[in-house]
Nanobody, 125 residues
């Protein structure tokens, strides 16, 4: 069974940090680009960050560039998102996603065919 399970969400004050993790199972993790998306209430799901299969290339949304960092450990089948200098506008449900892609990771949600259930991140002002 293919599965992505996120963890690490929670409540944090503005300016604080959180680290999200996503554990993958049931797929050949090294063949997949991995990404993080988020969705706030009443808004569309938006791209946050992505990393290619080898961890050699990362892509970030402009809104998080310089504050968030995505990484992966292919030996442990995990991808992480380190979030620093958090702002109230970062509040959302964060989703991990996988795309069987050995090229440049994309920002388009419809390119990703495996999704986790999401983890809530709330940043208070």
């Amino acid at each position: 069974q293919v599965q992505l399970v996120e963890s690490g969400g929670g409540l944090v004050q503005a300016g604080g940090s959180l680290r999200l993790s996503c554990a993958a199972s049931g797929l050949s993790f090294g063949w997949y680009a991995m990404a993080w998306f988020r969705q706030a209430p009443g808004k569309e799901r938006e791209f946050v960050a992505a990393i290619d299969w080898s961890a050699g290339r990362t892509v970030y949304a402009d809104s998080v560039k310089g504050r968030f960092a995505v990484s992966r450990d292919n030996a442990k089948n995990t991808v992480s998102l380190q979030m620093n200098s958090l702002k109230p506008e970062d509040t959302a449900v964060y989703y991990c996603a996988a795309d069987r892609n050995l090229g440049i990771p994309t920002r388009r949600p419809y390119d990703y065919d495996v999704w986790g259930q999401g983890t809530q991140v709330t940043v208070s002002s």
